[in-house]
T-cell receptor, first 115, second 114 residues
Framework: EPEVTQTPSHQVTQMGQEVILRCVPI?????FYWYRQILGQKVEFLVS????????KSEIFDDQFSVERPDGSNFTLKIRSTKLEDSAMYFC?????????????FGQGTRLTVV | GNSVTQMEGPVTLSEEAFLTINCTYT??????LFWYVQYPGEGLQLLLK?????DKGSNKGFEATYRKETTSFHLEKGSVQVSDSAVYFC?????????????FGKGTLLTVNP
């Protein structure tokens, strides 16, 4: 069964460093998303991406964040200068909106720890 | 915008007990409703969904009925197992131009003891 894959599973970085979280969405999906879950809190929407541009972003997604689809398979989330409060589980998701489905398929997540 | 209010846990049950996790929603129109599950150390998985009023979603012995009269989508299982221990999230799409991003409840941690 096709699945969304994310790498790495766990990333530890020093405050102020740049990190790139990687995702490979399901191959025939065209809509991609990043969510995050701070430990013990709810899952929050960060950004959605379609046709090589951001279609929506939340207030969390400030200038420190960026997303990119560098090739036909990868979808990345970059945090330019990490802060302690960026420590969270980051989930990538994709779906097939063109078929009217609102169901999102999630990856296993990347646990980001900023020290 | 659309939102969900989910029963907060944690919930601790013995094996074979009956489970209910409450979820109520506020929405424009009648969006699809979802329950996602997060097993320890894993990502989010879709557990079940309902796409219109009065639909019943079911999977792995879990059920939830989309009730527009009470704006609810409560998750139920008749006999839980230790392997059902996980965090359960109620979710629905956003409204207006946010039709496809998901809004999640706070999650309910379920622990099932043998």
């Amino acid at each position: 069964e096709p699945e969304v894959t994310q790498t790495p599973s766990h990333q530890v970085t020093q405050m102020g460093q740049e990190v790139i979280l990687r995702c490979v969405p399901i191959s025939n999906h065209l809509y991609f998303y990043w969510y995050r879950q701070i430990l013990g809190q709810k899952v929050e929407f960060l950004v959605s991406f379609y046709n090589n541009e951001i279609s929506e972003k939340s207030e969390i997604f400030d200038d420190q964040f960026s997303v990119e689809r560098p090739d036909g398979s990868n979808f990345t989330l970059k945090i330019r200068s990490t802060k302690l409060e960026d420590s969270a589980m980051y989930f990538c998701a994709s779906n097939d909106r063109d078929r009217g489905s609102t169901e999102a398929f999630f990856g296993q997540g990347t646990r980001l720890t900023v020290v | 915008g659309n939102s969900v209010t989910q029963m907060e846990g944690p919930v601790t049950l013995s094996e074979e007990a009956f489970l209910t996790i409450n979820c109520t929603y506020t929405a424009t129109g009648y969006p699809s409703l979802f329950w996602y599950v997060q097993y320890p150390g894993e990502g989010l998985q879709l557990l079940l969904k309902a796409t219109k009023a009065d639909d019943k979603g079911s999977n792995k012995g879990f059920e939830a009925t989309y009730r527009k009269e009470t704006t609810s989508f409560h998750l139920e299982k008749g006999s839980v197992q230790v392997s059902d221990s996980a965090v359960y999230f109620c979710a629905l799409p956003g409204s207006g131009g946010s039709n496809y991003k998901l809004t999640f409840g706070k999650g309910t941690l379920l622990t099932v003891n043998p």
